[in-house]
Nanobody, 120 residues
């Protein structure tokens, strides 16, 4: 089994910052990529940012220049630094790990989600 433990969500005023963390543990052979997705009420889950084991990153257009994803491979942990937060960033943020294992190939694990609310 694999566990993804998220932390760092909360309530912040517009223009503020938050840092999310997600640590993966358990039966892990290798992690190809880790990322963050979000889902606002009444909307579909969408990609926020992803980082590969080699350090390549991809961001949603709506967060480029404001959010930064980083990763500590030794700790199997991914971070999302969120600056200049806007009310439209309000959502439940989910951590994703794309794992790989011989004989199984790639498969996904998800965290339980952490609420981020941007409001004055």
């Amino acid at each position: 089994q694999v566990q993804l433990v998220e932390s760092g969500g909360g309530l912040v005023q517009p223009g503020g910052s938050l840092r999310l963390s997600c640590a993966a543990s358990g039966s892990i052979f290798s992690i190809n990529a880790m990322g963050w997705y979000r889902q606002a009420p009444g909307k579909e889950r969408e990609l926020v940012a992803v980082i590969t084991s080699g350090g390549s990153t991809n961001y949603a257009d709506s967060v480029k220049g404001r959010f930064t994803i980083s990763r500590d491979n030794a700790k199997n942990t991914v971070y999302l630094q969120m600056n200049s937060l806007k009310p439209e960033d309000t959502a439940v943020y989910y951590c994703n790990a794309r794992l790989w294992r011989p004989g199984r190939g790639e498969y996904d694990y998800w965290g339980q989600g952490t609420q981020v609310t941007v409001s004055s």
